[in-house]
Nanobody, 116 residues
Framework: QVQLVESGGGLVQAGGSLRLSCAVSGSVGSINAAGWYRQAPGKQRELVAT???????DYADSVKGRFTIGRENARNTVYLQMKSLKPEDTGVYYCYINAGPGIDYWGQGTQVTVSS
């Protein structure tokens, strides 16, 4: 059974930093892509950052220059380093991995709250 467990969320003041981690366990096979989405209250879930294994990294325009996505292969972890946080970054952050066509796994989400 594949599990994704996020950690690192919390309450931070505007301008602060947080580092989210997503620990992947279980027999996931070959990971093609990994990334982070977020959902603010009353809004649709939106892509924040994605990394194509062996390929590109993409960021939402709203986080470019402030967020960095990466992998720690030895620990089977995907992280999201967030700097210069803004109140509009508030939301539940979900990590995901893609292991093939239509094979997506999601974490349970971690709350990030940025106060002004």
């Amino acid at each position: 059974q594949v599990q994704l467990v996020e950690s690192g969320g919390g309450l931070v003041q505007a301008g602060g930093s947080l580092r989210l981690s997503c620990a992947v366990s279980g027999s996931v096979g070959s990971i093609n892509a990994a990334g982070w989405y977020r959902q603010a209250p009353g809004k649709q879930r939106e892509l924040v950052a994605t990394i194509i294994i062996g390929g590109d990294i993409d960021y939402a325009d709203s986080v470019k220059g402030r967020f960095t996505i990466g992998r720690e292969n030895a620990r089977n972890t995907v992280y999201l380093q967030m700097k210069s946080l803004k109140p509009e970054d508030t939301g539940v952050y979900y990590c995901y991995i893609n292991a093939g066509p239509g094979i997506d796994y999601w974490g349970q989400g971690t709350q990030v709250t940025v106060s002004s």
